[in-house]
């Protein structure tokens, strides 16, 4: 370890380092806020000038988070909000937590990891440890991002420090704040590695060593599609199941008593999130590099991306069996956050199955308390607003259908109001039956 990094190790270790964070979404701010609770001042940019007078203002924008966490970043004098990168020369330690989405084709989209990289090397300076905490492919951190940060003539793990550390974000979980979610880290070399270990094991609860980067990111990569797959195991189950009369929830809760071997996984409409439904493809796109095939991985994709489909086929034939056409039929459609009690739409199966509804000419409305408005997203437009749950608006609709099941829902109220439930969340199950009075499909 050189004397630059023995420098920065120390600053770390005294936590008189400065931390700053690219991205504050999500993964970002919840990591700024881990930061300052250890004790590092917090330099947090973001090129979107909104996020940082709410964060001035102290004013939620990701509302699952509350109001006394932006309440205490708002109050502390360790934290600076920013959209000039030029403050983020005074920090020591980087952590990039920007998008990795996929592009037209499944293809993986670099576009903000690369342009935040070219942004770090405007400001990139001697004893500067930078960390991706992005989820990607195998090799993003040192041969993408590395060249970038050389061409500024600095030389990498001398005189800057570069590591990869991914981000396992559970939005709306209570139980996993950024702070006791343990982190892997991994280096493009030894020091690096050991520095950003150095950091990461003070500001969360447990950090693991890897011996390198490309171990980190594929790691995380494994993560994620372990759950794809899984998931898309019990969403097929549940297609065959439904066709036998075979309650798939009842299935996993019955599996789910055996206390080995056994780990429960829960069907849905589609896979929604920033990681599930597109992180597996970065490793599959990564294979074909090397001359491999991912077929599990893709075929676990197609079952997944299959979903909404059955959905819509499924709420056309309950309403078939009502003696109604989808065509003219009003639809109010029930949460489409991808998860249950937050704010966050990214990726969630709802939007094509909002589509899907209207191209065989149904009336879509939408329920969500916490969306008040459907955001743009990258392939759809759906451009509504959620309308306020009342009897009168129940008894009007042909069919509801649940792709989310919040706790802020009065499932009561809609069981006793509703002509036809169509539930992909097994959400009626939590209303006792003397209180159903609308027809349940499960779906």
């Not at 006394?68 to 330690?93: C, V």
């Not at 066709?243 to 055996?258: G, L, P, Q, R």
């Amino acid at each position: 370890m050189n004397a630059i990094a023995t420098e920065l190790l120390k600053k770390i270790e005294s936590k008189t380092a400065t931390v700053g964070i690219v991205g504050l979404g999500y993964v970002g701010l919840p990591l700024s806020h881990a930061c300052l609770k250890a004790g590092y001042k917090v330099v947090g940019f973001d090129i979107d000038q909104r996020k940082i007078d709410n964060i001035k203002a102290g004013k939620p924008y990701i509302h699952h988070l509350g109001q006394s966490f932006f309440d205490y970043i708002k109050s502390n004098e360790g934290f600076l909000g920013t959209a000039n990168p030029e403050d983020l020369k005074k920090a020591d330690a980087i952590l990039i937590c920007v998008p990795t989405p996929l592009g037209h084709h499944k293809e993986p989209d670099l576009s903000f990891v690369l342009d935040s990289t070219k942004l770090v090397a405007k400001v990139l300076r001697k004893g500067q440890l930078v960390s991706l905490e992005s989820t990607t492919y195998p090799g993003t951190t040192r041969d993408e991002m590395g060249p970038i940060l050389d061409a500024t003539g600095l030389k990498r793990n001398e005189d800057y420090f570069l590591a990869y550390s991914p981000e396992r974000e559970d939005p709306g979980n209570p139980d996993f704040s950024a702070s006791v979610i343990p982190k892997l880290v991994g280096g493009t070399d030894e020091v690096s590695g050991k520095l950003a270990f150095a950091l990461y094991s003070r500001v969360v609860s447990k950090a693991h060593f890897v011996s390198s980067a490309e171990v980190a990111e594929t790691a995380k990569l494994l993560e994620n599609i372990f759950r794809a797959v899984n998931i898309a195991l019990v969403n097929e189950m549940k297609t065959v199941l439904t066709d036998m009369n075979i309650d798939v929830w009842e299935v996993v809760a019955a599996a789910s008593t055996k206390p080995f071997g056994f780990m429960p996984f829960y069907p849905g409409p589609g896979l929604g999130g920033h990681c599930i439904p597109i992180d597996p493809f970065y490793l599959t796109w990564k294979a074909k590099e090397v001359g491999r095939s991912t077929r599990f991985i893709e075929l676990a994709g197609e079952v997944n991306t299959a979903m909404p489909h059955y959905v819509v086929d499924r709420t056309q034939h309950a309403l078939n069996d009502d003696r109604k056409s989808m065509k003219g039929s009003k639809v109010l459609v029930i949460g489409v956050a991808y998860k249950k009690n937050i704010d966050d739409s990214r990726e969630s199966p709802s939007a094509e199955i909002i589509e899907l509804l209207r191209d065989r000419g149904a009336d879509v409305c939408y329920h969500d308390p916490h969306i008040p408005m459907y955001p743009s997203m990258r392939k759809y437009r759906i451009d509504l607003k959620s309308v306020a749950l009342s009897p009168d608006v129940l008894r009007s609709m042909d069919c509801v259908l649940i792709l989310t099941d919040h706790d802020a829902v009065d499932y009561g109220m809609l069981a006793e109001n509703a002509t036809l439930v169509v539930d992909t969340r097994n959400a009626m199950d939590r209303v006792p039956p003397a209180r159903r009075r609308s027809r349940i499909v499960k779906s």
